[in-house]
């Protein structure tokens, strides 16, 4: 391998995990080469209207990231463009990109649309998946990156008939565009770079549903897709969110939605489960009945229900009980146009009992599958990676990101359907693991930002500029948001009021800078969705205008308003022109707060010495970081120790094996075995952690990774006959042989033992699959043997749909149960009979159990709630940890430089454990190669005059931030500590200590309003 390596990555495919993986990297100081096929970057997401399970706004969640991505000098973005060809090894690969001619000046385009105004060819929306249309010369989207339009080489008129040809047909936008930005001579260009790794994550393509006919979908028009009925959802979609009817624009009353429409099905060779088509669905049914103007029937047509994803039984059985969302267990037999000339659609469908249905919809709508893109097949054969049957690349085991070729890593749908939260923490993992690669070369590529001197605004006259956001539908259908634009205007201190279709768009962020500069602003107030997920967003362009990013305050009208008040409009509208006049009043007192830099301690924490643990040390050590890794048993390896071997048939005990030999004696950890934490003190760069033992470790950042505990079941005669045991248990007993399972005929599997239930609402995601893993052991050693699962639903998502149908062929019987009728274990003298009602026969039968085998849930770790309290980062309600975000920031808490990984954040499997821990570890890493830690400065602090040093304020404090200085008889406020939660100012008795950014006087200013 050569030595010299180069500190730049190549991204490849710039969806959500593309930009995730580019931000990642680019802020630990790698140069990134960010590659996407289309005309700006994205991918699907800003298609959809909002994400399950939290109902966040798509772009709300993408914008912010476009933005920051689209201005990071550290990433070079390439658009209309393609790998063609690569050369060289790991850690020093040269790339030859092919970048299309989008025939506009990128650097020159405003965005203004005046081409597209005047351009007179229409053709099909493929953003719109063909529902509407758009011109040959276009933009993907309202908030696109670059903001830039580009021209359809295949549909233009001069491009198809007049260049050839030389004749001087159309060109109407090149008359049209002011800025002189439509070059039709552009050629295309072939582009050498050179980078230490490459990240692959083209995304996916959803499967053509025409190719089955029985759906209907191409010859009826209720027939949609359930990407196209996104579009019908969406504020951008060609309705303006508005649910009609493409054909009439009816609004429907009755929608369907139909499953496993090109998943599950191995006569296509479509084998697999997309894990994501049910939860969309159910989201899907949801927000339907909120979009629509009339009441909506709402039904989803099922197999098995899977939604094993963390607060996804939540949502799914939220739907079910309280929103109205019906649900059928059924086989589809076809779907037919109506006779009546409605246009509507008739499912002829089977229920669970064999009988014959029909019924009739204005809309049904195909949850259809995830699968390859051409273009995904192209790079993996450009690059000769291994792919497998289905055309998704194959990763190396037990690695999570690793592809068959060194140095090359994939995140995202390139190597399997996935969500969104998988998506962005394999996308970290994916950086982490590039990191390690390269972190000899960290920052030996990179450029600083700079920003322009800042404006000196004391003793100016306030003048305040306005933002409300229309955010598509989401706020501008519930809110008048042109009312709360003139009543802005007449508020004191406003010198401007505007609208933003998308306030956190590029283009609103260019515009907000040129107004600050026109109007000569030296506040500014937003009034859009969350502060938490948009306000970095906001004060970066302050930055960049020459205002202190303080200077500023955002209104929640989103949340607060909208969302709360969706069916009261007026109520609403009036809502918001009061947290507006509320910002603004805030905003007017606001003064410039410099921020705190303290030195970064570059060592990390890990609390955890199982794989997830084990996996983040590792990762955190290659990429040059000193590591401590602490484990309260006696040995590392956690609760794996148990396992023999993985979901697809990896040796788990040598993995661990190889695992714990290359911790042990990798120079940059430090174990700390037998050990346990007493004490955490400290904030990010700068933590104290003491173990029992009084050594004191000092650290920058902290991996939380102690696991998970089996349910210790309560039920079905466990722990009254060694023949009731747990999965676990049963692996074990096969693994050495026990004559109680060697010698038994009759096995029995019992699902959902302490999961989906009211302890544990949750699924425990592994269950099912382990299970028919286990059975499909027991059928290998004794193929004549009787087994039996007895399920509720059969959630073996992803490649494990090919594990449950050979057990299917193998001779295992599963029978269905309802949660209200759950499977009876009783004792008749010596005999163990399960007692279970059959859902196909509609009656109780009996079975004699040789061995019952019970997939017991997966808890939260005993030690949670201790961690929660020293580290200051918050549980759910079943005790896992609470992630900052679950689309945003999945391995992040909200206490900044603290991290998650492994079955301590939720259930999950041993590969998605690895790709979890890499992912902590990558954002560690983000952390750690910073060498100062900035603090906004929004700390406390106090009026020496006032104080009485009475303690209070020390005693409220969590963060550990005041203490009473005796000898001055005054508090003293530690900056670097203080997290500005305003616990002390609101405590203190004589008014001695104050907020910055949040004073008392802010507060009375505010309420004097009412």
Not at 250 to 276: D, F, M
Not at 517 to 522: D, M, P, T
């Amino acid at each position: 391998m050569s030595q010299n390596k180069v500190g730049a990555v190549m991204i490849v495919g710039a969806g959500i995990a593309g930009i995730q993986s580019a931000l990642d990297l680019a802020e630990s100081g790698y140069l990134v080469h960010l590659v996407e096929e289309s005309s700006a970057i994205g991918g699907t997401m800003p298609m959809l209207d909002k994400t399950f399970p939290t109902n966040d706004c798509s772009m709300c969640i993408l914008s912010p990231k476009l933005v920051e991505c689209g201005r990071h000098l550290n990433i070079r973005i390439y658009t209309n463009s393609q790998v063609i060809k690569t050369e060289g090894e790991a850690g020093n690969f040269k790339v030859t990109i092919k970048q299309q001619p989008r025939f506009v000046d990128i650097d020159k385009c405003t965005g203004c649309g005046s081409c597209a105004e005047v351009c007179p060819v229409k053709v099909d929306d493929e953003f719109n998946q063909g529902i509407g249309k758009r011109k040959a010369i276009y933009k993907q989207y309202s908030q696109a990156f670059p903001n830039a339009y580009a021209i359809d080489p295949q549909k233009c008129l001069y491009q198809t008939m007049g260049k050839a040809k030389g004749k001087d047909i159309c060109k109407k936008c090149l008359k049209a565009c002011q800025a002189g930005a439509i070059n039709h001579d552009m050629e295309v260009k072939e582009i050498e770079i050179e980078v230490g790794s490459m990240i692959l994550n083209p995304g996916f393509k959803v499967f053509d549903a025409a190719s089955l006919e029985y759906y209907g979908y191409g010859k009826i028009k209720s027939v949609l897709t359930s990407l196209e009925f996104e579009r019908l959802l969406s504020a951008s979609g060609p309705f303006d969110g508005h649910l009609v009817r493409p054909f009439d624009q009816k609004e429907p009353q009755k929608i369907a939605w139909i499953q496993c429409v090109g998943s599950r099905n191995a006569k296509i060779n479509k084998n697999y489960c997309s894990g994501v088509c049910c939860m969309y669905a159910i989201k899907e049914a949801v927000i339907a009945k909120e979009h629509s103007h009339i009441p909506v029937d709402t039904t989803i047509f099922f197999m098995d229900m899977r939604t094993p994803g963390k607060d996804f039984e939540k949502y799914y059985n939220n739907a079910k009980n309280n929103q109205g969302v019906r649900f059928i267990r059924s086989r589809i037999y076809e779907v037919t146009e109506a006779e009546d000339g409605s246009g509507d659609s008739v499912i002829r469908y089977s229920n669970e009992d064999g009988q014959i249905s029909t019924e009739q919809f204005d809309l049904v709508v195909l949850s259809v599958g995830l699968e390859p893109g051409e273009s995904s097949k192209a790079l993996a054969e450009t690059l000769d990676l291994k792919v497998n049957k289905f055309g998704f690349a194959e990763l190396e085991p037990l690695t999570g990101v690793n592809t068959s070729r060194e140095g090359i890593f994939a995140a995202g749908a390139f190597s399997g359907p996935r969500d969104i939260p998988e998506t962005v923490m394999q996308a970290s993992a994916a950086a982490g693991a590039a990191s390690a690669l390269l972190s000899q070369e960290r920052g030996t590529l990179v450029s600083e930002k700079e920003y322009p001197a800042e404006k000196e605004v004391a003793g100016d006259v306030i003048r305040t500029g306005v933002f409300i956001c229309h955010c598509g539908v989401n706020i501008g259908s519930v809110v008048n948001v042109p009312e709360v634009v003139e009543y802005a205007k007449t508020l004191p201190t406003v010198v401007m009021a505007t609208e933003k279709i998308y306030a956190c768009s590029q283009d609103a962020q260019a515009s907000m800078k040129e107004l600050i500069e026109e109007y000569k602003l030296n506040r500014i107030v937003v009034s859009s969705c969350s502060p938490r997920t948009h306000e970095p967003l906001f004060q970066e362009t302050l930055k960049e205008a020459g205002l202190n990013a303080h200077l500023f305050d955002m209104a929640n009208i989103r949340d607060q308003c909208s969302w709360v008040h969706m069916n009261e409009p007026e109520k609403a509208t009036e809502k918001a022109k009061d947290l507006t006049r509320l910002a603004i009043v805030r905003a007017s007192m606001q003064q410039p707060v410099q921020p705190v830099f303290m030195e970064m301690n570059h060592d990390a924490l890990v609390v955890g010495g199982g794989v997830a643990g084990m996996t983040s040390a590792l990762s955190l050590a290659d990429q040059g970081f000193v590591v401590h890794l602490v484990e309260k048993a006696p040995e590392l390896g956690g609760i794996a120790k148990r396992f023999s071997t993985g979901f697809r048939g990896e040796d788990i005990k040598a993995f661990l094996a190889e695992l714990v030999g290359r911790v042990s004696s990798h120079p940059k950890i430090t174990l700390h075995v037998g050990k346990e934490i007493k004490d955490v003190g400290g904030f990010l760069g700068n933590f104290t952690t003491t173990l029992n033992d009084g050594e004191q470790l000092r650290h920058g950042v902290a991996v939380i990774a102690i696991g998970g505990q089996e349910y210790q079941p309560k039920e079905y005669l466990y722990g009254q006959d060694s023949r009731v045991m747990t999965q676990i248990q049963m692996d074990e007993a096969l693994v050495r042989h026990d004559d109680l399972v060697a010698k038994a005929q009759n096995f029995v599997f019992i699902q959902c033992v302490g999961s989906r239930c009211e302890e544990n609402p949750y699924c425990s995601r592994t269950c099912c699959t382990k299970s028919v893993k286990l059975a499909l052991k027991v059928k290998a050693k004794n193929p004549s043997a009787n087994v039996f699962v007895l399920y509720r639903d059969m959630r073996t998502y992803s490649y494990f749909e090919e594990d449950y149908e050979l057990a299917r062929r193998s001779g295992i019987l599963f029978v269905r149960y309802s949660e209200n009728d759950k499977p009876v274990v009783s004792k008749e003298g010596e005999t163990l009979v399960v007692t279970v009602k059959d859902h196909v026969l509609d009656r109780p039968i009996e079975i004699e159990a040789d061995v019952i085998c019970l997939a017991a849930a997966i808890k939260a770790p005993e030690d949670g709630k201790k961690l929660s309290k020293w580290f200051k980062v918050p549980l759910n309600n079943e005790g896992f940890f609470l992630e900052a975000h679950m689309k945003l920031r999945p391995v992040d808490f909200s206490t900044d430089g603290v991290f998650m990984a492994g079955i301590a954040h939720s259930p999950k499997n041993m590969e998605e454990v690895i790709s979890q821990a890499k992912a902590a570890a990558g954002r560690a890493g983000v952390a750690l190669s910073k060498e100062q830690v900035e603090s906004a400065g929004l700390t406390a602090y106090v009026n020496k005059r006032k104080c009485t040093a009475c303690g209070t304020c020390e005693a409220v404090c969590s963060a550990k931030a005041v203490s009473v200085d005796l000898e001055n008889r005054v508090a003293v406020v530690n900056d670097a500590l203080c997290k500005g939660c305003g616990a002390c100012a609101s405590s203190c008795r004589c008014g001695a200590i104050n907020l910055r950014g949040c004073t008392n006087e802010q507060i009375v200013e505010m309420l004097n309003f009412f």
